[in-house]
């Protein structure tokens, strides 16, 4: 069997290694196999090294599930892509490594793949597939808002609808309000983040989170009144869960989606909910959602193409270093601000 070179995980709690016999994934029926041009990084990746998440029975695992290259050949019912197309897609979170990005050549699902316009760059197609997955499902989902391609969105008063969406600096916020502004959502409240970069997305109020508590409550409260049902936390654990809980509705029932599931509210803490209130937990990865997914991918090359999606920040490690990837996945794990970051093959 071809090898290639390959980032692995081969023990959890140590750094990861390059290998260069990892054998070269064929793609199967309705895949394609790509050379690998970008992999990104994302928090859950350090947890992939540090914790086996999603690898942790597959060991050695390659990783990354942000990746972009160039089509080297088409599986079984693929009519559609081209040899030397360039692509973007989300490596399924599975633990099998053939569709993981930080590899020579890797395989994707033709269902959760798109074209790149010659408009975009990889590095700036790089920046979408995990950290739009999560608020895709997040809004689309679990909120249940329609999502603006289905019938039933032309049915949904998405004018009157108000979203609070808290971390705004993050990646996942930042696509959370593009998504919103696609589904034509009326008011849509960030809480952190940069006001004029979140305004050009389609955030109409941005609130700075720099203040105790009761100060950030009042301010959301100032804007979204007690009509609140909607909210997406991507960057707090459940302590910090308890500012958008009790910013929602006192007399309608409101939902919570929240991006890192681990660890129950104290419900001592949410008060006034006479209609009762839910936290969901939100999985944003595309093979879950197949059908929401599909919608999405179909459309991320026309989306890019108008401006409907625009890319996010990035910086850039060349070459296929154990050493690039470990730099960035050891400032996750001490906990220091991380610009998205993309590996150069």
């Known amino acids: 069997m071809p090898t290639q070179k390959a980032i692995v995980v081969t023990e959890l709690g140590k750094p990861v290694t390059l290998v260069e016999d990892w054998p070269i994934p064929e793609p199967g029926a309705n895949q394609v196999q790509l050379k690998v041009t970008v992999a990104g990084l994302n928090p859950h990746d350090m ?28 599986g079984p019912g693929v009519t559609d892509i081209s040899i030397g197309d360039r692509i973007v897609y989300q490596p399924g979170f599975t633990g099998d490594s053939a569709q993981a990005g930080l590899q020579e050549y890797a395989t994707a699902d033709r269902a959760y793949l798109a074209k790149i316009p010659d408009s975009i760059t990889d590095d700036e197609a790089a920046t979408l597939p995990t950290n739009i997955a999560a608020p895709l499902a997040a809004l689309y989902h679990s909120l249940k808002i329609p999502a603006p391609w289905t019938p039933a969105a032309k049915e949904f008063d998405s004018a009157s ?26 008011s849509i409240v960030v809480l952190g983040g940069d006001e004029a970069e979140l305004k050009s997305f389609g955030a109409t109020h941005v609130i700075d989170r720099h203040a105790d508590y009761d100060t950030l409550l009042a301010r959301i409260r100032d804007v979204v009144g007690d009509d609140l049902v909607y909210a997406f936390d991507g960057i707090n654990e459940p302590e ?20 890192i599931p681990f660890g129950k509210v104290d419900e001592s803490k949410i008060v006034g909910k006479k209609a009762g209130w839910e936290v969901l937990d939100v999985y944003g990865v595309s093979q879950e959602h197949p059908e929401l997914a599909g919608g999405l991918w179909s459309r991320v090359t026309g989306f890019l193409e108008t401006g409907q999606i625009k890319p996010l920040g990035y ?3 060349k070459g296929l270093l154990a050493s ?22």
């Open 47 to 74: 947890k992939s090294r540090e914790m086996g998440l999603f690898v942790a029975e597959h060991l050695p695992a390659v990783i990354t599930n942000d990746a972009v290259g160039k089509v080297t050949k088409l």
């Open 161 to 186: 609808v108000t979203l609070l969406i808290v971390g705004g600096g993050s990646n996942c916020g930042k696509f959370a309000v593009q998504l919103a502004k696609l589904a034509n959502i009326g």
């Open 240 to 259: 910090g869960l308890v500012l958008p809980l009790n910013a929602l509705s006192s007399t309608k029932k409101g939902s919570l989606v929240r991006l």
């Open 315 to 317: 910086t850039v490690k």
């Open 324 to 345: 690039n990837v470990n730099e960035v996945l050891d400032a996750y794990r001490d906990g220091k601000k991380v610009t998205k970051t993309h590996i150069h093959l």
